[in-house]
């Protein structure tokens, strides 16, 4: 018995190494020692157990989604939203507001809609693990909604929004939940946000505003506010003027999302309401399950090639309408 278990232990020993060094070789991963290498290794195995874990509950329908190993499978949650745990949330003075027009219920909502059908969604981004979401989620709303009202395809800068919104802001802080409505507001009273090619990312770095007004890639008139909670008027928008910026909460489930509905009874039992922000570009129903079809700033090993596909109609879960911002060119 007792080398009947120790042959388990070492088969179980060599597929995990076997995992680890696809992993390190899919990602690219190099560490700077020894020490370091066999501490995300842990790290490592832990989230591998956690999956496998996840994915039974899956197999066995007690859950809609599943999960697998990506390029965040050596870091933990708080890594992955943070360098410094301690770091509080930022509490900034909102802008002053533009006036922003009531919408409009319409009758010709359809069941279901992917913008990147109409070819206004632009490529995935990655903000790293700079905690910009913000500003990545509210380009990627905003470049959708030129190609759809102006007909144009632009890649707009989200080093302009990192470091001219906020002069406080820094890497490692959380997302504060005026962060869209200030951004927003800054790009109406500014007079645009620069292209991406005059104004480059500089990844995990905040400099001195450089904004120049020659190089203006857009241009909003407002932003429009959804109700608080309200999917209804969500897919209202989103379906018949377009994608939404949102902020939602998240937890170690959705970092590592692979496929299906996600839905999370959890998610918003957490001090750290409303993490993340994202962007709504379409929505529709797979296997009897509702969703919101979202897309992140991960890069596209996140998910399904960078998008994700969250519950829709299920109580506003991760709080998916409840901060729903989008621009009004």
Request: include cysteine; hydrophobic fraction near 35%.
């Amino acid at each position: 018995m007792k080398l009947l278990l120790l042959l388990f232990v070492s088969i179980n020993v060599v597929f995990a190494s076997q995992d680890w060094n696809a992993f390190k070789e899919k990602y690219h991963k190099v560490y700077k020692n020894s020490k370091e290498e066999n501490y995300r290794k842990q790290i490592f195995l832990k989230n591998l157990k956690v999956i496998e874990e996840h994915n039974k509950k899956y197999t066995q329908g007690l859950s809609t989604y599943t999960i697998g190993v990506n390029k965040f499978a050596d870091l933990t949650h708080e890594e992955i939203y943070s360098s410094s745990k301690s770091s509080t949330r930022r509490e900034v003075t909102t802008v002053r507001s533009s006036p922003t027009p009531k919408f409009i219920p319409r009758d010709d909502v359809p069941e279901s809609i992917d913008w990147r059908d109409y070819g206004v969604v632009t490529p995935i981004s990655n903000q790293e693990l700079c905690m910009s979401c913000w500003a990545f989620a509210v380009v990627a709303t905003l470049e959708a909604h030129v190609g759809i009202y102006e007909g144009r395809n632009v890649s707009l800068s989200q080093q302009n929004l990192v470091d001219c919104v906020d002069p406080t802001f820094t890497c490692s802080q959380y997302l504060d939940i005026h962060a869209l409505d200030n951004t927003y507001q800054y790009i109406v009273d500014n007079g645009g946000i620069d292209l991406r090619d005059s104004y480059p990312v500089e990844y995990y770095t905040v400099g001195s505003c450089r904004f120049k007004s020659e190089t203006v890639g857009a241009t909003i008139k407002a932003y429009g506010n959804i109700t608080e909670g309200d999917e209804e008027e969500l897919k209202a928008v989103v379906g018949t003027i377009g994608p939404v910026t949102v902020t939602i909460t998240t937890d170690f489930s959705w970092d590592l999302y692979r496929e299906g509905v996600y839905y999370n009874g959890d998610c918003m039992n957490t001090d750290e309401i409303f993490n993340h922000a994202v962007v709504v570009i379409g929505y529709g129903s797979e296997d009897g399950e509702d969703y919101w079809l979202v897309k992140n700033s991960w890069g596209t090993y996140f998910g399904q090639d960078g998008y994700i596909k969250m519950a829709r109609n299920r109580d506003n879960n991760c709080g998916i309408a409840s901060i729903a911002r989008y621009p009004l060119i």
